[in-house]
């Protein structure tokens, strides 16, 4: 029977192989919980199925697997243990609040030297680290599009440190400014969030790498929709700003309630958001003190999956995935739905002036 199958055959097989041997090297190096188990029986079961074609034992193919699977186990062995914190400096970007503050106050708790940048020294934030952490813990007030302030931070965390190096620069600083459609969105909105979001990052990178190279150190870089904009007040904000600086004919062709109705979306994200932010800090952990760092962590459930069907999948498919968990939109801008209904009334007229004269010619044929 196996003369029965030709090349074709064994390319499909090789290629459906490698495909599946992609995905669990990829998953499994993504810290996955679930989805490392259940790719590898959805590969195991394309593989029998299609060897089960050649006539051989399924129960022995999955005793191979199974023995392949403890080998592999055996010879990886248990994770090995993290590194020590002692006598290592971390400098964190954006501490005022969310992720930053939490990370500061948490990595300070394990016992690192920690270096906050606040954008104000006086705020709430920067007075609950100075309140609740060990004087380990320095304080800096950088705003990371300014490069002199950024200068001057490596200045004094040079002065501090003396002649060790940095251990980790964790790149957290972002903000998200931008509130709807790109249309309604200013310029200097985007302008804004490049400059924080990648030129500053960037600045302060370059800034601080040789202090990290000296220690052999590590960069972590947060990416975050909306870190820093949880809160239903600040979205509140930027609603009122963009009704305040709308042209108005930009204005009647969204609509107001299309423009709430946006608003609506960004509150009822605010409001699912988990309030627990240890899935990042002990993220952010692990890329600090694991002996063979990973290139990418997800923090939290579901990212991982997300990232997976965006990188596996079909355009299609991931596309409709992300659309319908992001883009939950129902109100369509207020143009569009005049020449929705424009284009209805036309159809709907179109077809009774069809049915009139058919009527028309059923009275002529009649009448002859």
Not at 5 to 30: C, D, E, H, R
Not at 161 to 179: D, I, S
Request: net charge positive.
């Amino acid at each position: 029977m196996m003369d029965d199958y030709n090349l074709p055959f064994w390319i499909y097989l090789a290629v459906v192989t490698v495909f599946v041997g992609g995905a669990m090297k990829k998953i499994l190096a993504s810290h996955l919980s679930a989805a490392p188990p259940l790719v590898a029986w959805l590969g195991a079961t394309v593989l029998v199925e299609r060897l089960w074609a050649l006539c051989l034992p399924a129960m022995l193919l999955l005793a191979l697997l199974a023995l392949a699977c403890c080998l592999y186990s055996t010879r990886t062995g248990p994770p090995p243990a993290a590194l020590s914190t002692h006598g290592k400096a971390i400098l964190i970007t954006g501490c005022d609040s969310g992720f930053g503050n939490a990370a500061a106050k948490h990595l300070d708790a394990l016992g690192f030297e920690v270096f906050a940048t606040v954008l104000d020294l006086s705020g709430d934030g920067a007075r609950e680290l100075q309140k609740t952490c060990s004087t380990r813990l320095t304080l800096l007030q950088v705003d990371i599009t300014q490069p002199q302030q950024v200068q001057q931070a490596l200045l004094d965390t040079k002065a501090k440190l003396g002649l060790r190096g940095l251990w980790g620069l964790v790149n957290n600083a972002g903000v998200c400014v931008n509130f709807g459609d790109a249309e309604l969105s200013l310029m200097s909105n985007f302008r804004g969030c490049m400059e924080v979001n990648f030129f500053g990052t960037l600045s302060i990178t370059k800034s601080f790498l040789p202090l990290l190279r000296q220690s052999k150190g590590r960069v972590v870089t947060i990416s975050s929709p909306a870190g820093r904009c949880s809160n239903q007040s600040y979205w509140e904000q930027q609603h009122k700003q963009l009704l305040q600086s709308l042209p108005p004919a930009l204005l009647e062709d969204y609509g107001e309630d299309y423009m709430a109705e946006t608003k609506e979306l960004f509150h009822s994200y605010a409001r699912q958001a988990n309030p627990d932010l240890s899935p990042v800090t002990n993220a952010i952990v692990q890329a600090l003190l694991s002996p063979q760092p990973q290139a990418r962590y997800f923090a939290g459930p579901g990212v991982g999956l997300m990232y997976f069907i965006h990188s596996y999948c079909p355009f299609s498919i991931s596309n409709r995935f992300l659309q319908k968990l992001f883009m939950k939109k129902k109100l369509m801008p207020r143009a569009l739905r005049k020449q929705s209904g424009l284009d209805l009334n036309l159809s709907l007229h179109n077809n009774n002036n069809n049915n009139n004269n058919n009527e028309e010619e059923e009275k002529e044929e009649k009448h002859k």
